[in-house]
């Protein structure tokens, strides 16, 4: 049992990494940054998003980590400069929000939200990666 549960985890794991192969962000969702302290990953695919018209949604939350929020905010800029449409927020010069639906992969949409609560006095930043079917309005639905 324990060897299944492992082989399921291990092949979410690499569904999820696969499918942000290319963008700048697929660094953030590394075994580096979620194995740090105050960090937490949720990776859902498949038969948990059918209803929601995805096929993975991928977050990782960092707690009481101001420091990389220059670090994702790079690479979520350098991967928004393909996107197909965006919302983005700054404050006091930095990304605070980030939306951007990126060109389609392999028939699915995708979408990346960037969130630095540290920019307005909140101790997280928040990274997710989504792709499906679904459109740029269901996937913000879906979020608020």
Excluded at 31 to 56: P, Q
Excluded at 83 to 96: C, I, M, N, Q, T
């Amino acid at each position: 049992m324990r060897r299944a549960i492992f082989i399921l985890i291990a092949l979410m794991t690499a569904a999820a990494a696969s499918a942000q192969t290319g963008l700048g962000i697929e660094q953030i969702f590394s075994e580096r940054y979620r194995d740090m302290k105050g960090a937490s990953e949720t990776i859902l695919n498949h038969g948990n998003l059918n209803r929601v018209s995805l096929n993975l949604y991928h977050s990782i939350t960092f707690t009481d980590h101001p420091e990389l929020g220059a670090v994702i905010e790079r690479l979520v800029a350098r991967d928004g400069k393909r996107a197909v449409s965006k919302e983005v927020r700054y404050k006091a010069g930095h990304l605070y929000y980030g939306f951007y639906r990126l060109p389609s992969f392999n028939g699915n949409n995708r979408y990346i939200l960037y969130l630095n609560g540290t920019l307005s006095g909140d101790n997280k930043i928040i990274l997710l990666y989504l792709e499906g079917k679904a459109s740029e309005n269901d996937v913000k639905k879906l979020l608020k």
